[in-house]
């Protein structure tokens, strides 16, 4: 039957593509579908959207350059998937103004940052069904239910950070880097977070101040009139959350993610794409820096 399904409508010259894309919405459709009835046990676990968020990337004179010291300003975009599989949505834009310093070996920066966005609440719905909904003894649909929809979230900071640099001829590899940034959250989200009992959500982050540290190493390639480069690293906020399984059951949660960029530079002009992956969360961000120093 399934066979007959996905091979209805398709012609025999390009059988394998029309294949793969029926596979593809079938894939689409099974997800909804799992959604929407419930499938599995459903969890709550909100956290502050700054997770994933707090360390986008900074632009910093390489070690080629007769440029020591400069000063930067960025503007990045960010969207993204917070709670049990990503259910909630969150975007925002985020901007930052930045001092850079480099030498042969070390490299720093130092700056300040500000976040303005918005986070999607999804309802928790059963389909007509209770039957995954007592599953999972510490969510209160109800409670979370009355709140869903847009909040949102803005925060300011300060951000720093500091690299060991090998140089070599026609690279420059920022062999260990070491990231900090401090931030101060506002919005209807972090109330939202703030009134919740502990027995309405598995996870709840009621804190408005964040201290995140991170580690990282990127690889910088040379080109005639830019660079190019691919950045790794994690970064963490400090300090352990209580977590609590379907049953009641308490444990330690501490946040951190990934992240992965891509940047480049031409001239005073720079910009990165960067996923960042964490603890039920995911983000995407894009941005434009520029020198504003000769």
Not at 166 to 184: I, T, Y
Request: charged content about 15%; glycine content about 10%.
């Amino acid at each position: 039957m399934l066979q007959r399904l996905f091979y209805a409508g398709c012609p025999s010259v390009a059988t394998n593509y029309c294949l793969t894309m029926k596979f593809i919405e079938a894939l689409h459709l099974l997800a909804v579908i799992c959604l929407l009835s419930s499938c599995g046990t459903q969890y709550a676990y909100f956290q502050t959207p700054f997770h994933t968020n707090a360390s986008a990337y900074k632009t910093q004179p390489q070690v080629r350059d007769s440029v020591r010291s400069a000063v930067y300003a960025s503007g990045a975009f960010t969207i993204g998937g917070a709670n049990h599989h990503s259910r909630d949505d969150v975007m925002g834009f985020m901007g930052s103004i930045y001092r850079a310093h480099s030498g042969r070996h070390i490299q720093g920066y130092y700056g300040i940052t500000g976040v303005l966005g918005q986070y999607k609440i999804e309802k928790y719905q059963y389909a007509g069904s209770t039957q995954n909904q007592y599953d999972n003894l510490n969510l209160n649909d109800s409670l979370i239910n009355l709140d869903a929809g847009y909040h949102s979230f803005a925060g300011w900071g300060a951000v720093g950070g500091l690299n060991w640099v090998l140089p070599f001829r026609n690279w420059e590899w920022r062999a260990l880097g070491v990231e900090a940034s401090w931030l101060h959250e506002y919005g209807s989200y972090l109330k939202f977070r703030q009134q919740l009992p502990d027995t309405a959500a598995n996870i709840l982050d009621r804190r408005n101040r964040f201290f995140t540290i991170g580690l990282n190493t990127d690889f910088v390639f040379y080109a005639r009139k830019g660079s190019g480069g691919i950045k790794m690293g994690m970064t963490g906020i400090m300090g352990r959350l209580n977590e609590f399984d379907k049953l009641r059951q308490p444990s330690n949660y501490w946040s951190a993610y990934f992240s992965h960029t891509i940047h480049f530079e031409l001239k005073r002009l720079n910009g990165y794409f960067q996923l960042n992956i964490g603890g039920r969360a995911i983000s995407m961000i894009t941005s434009l820096t520029y020198r504003l120093t000769k």
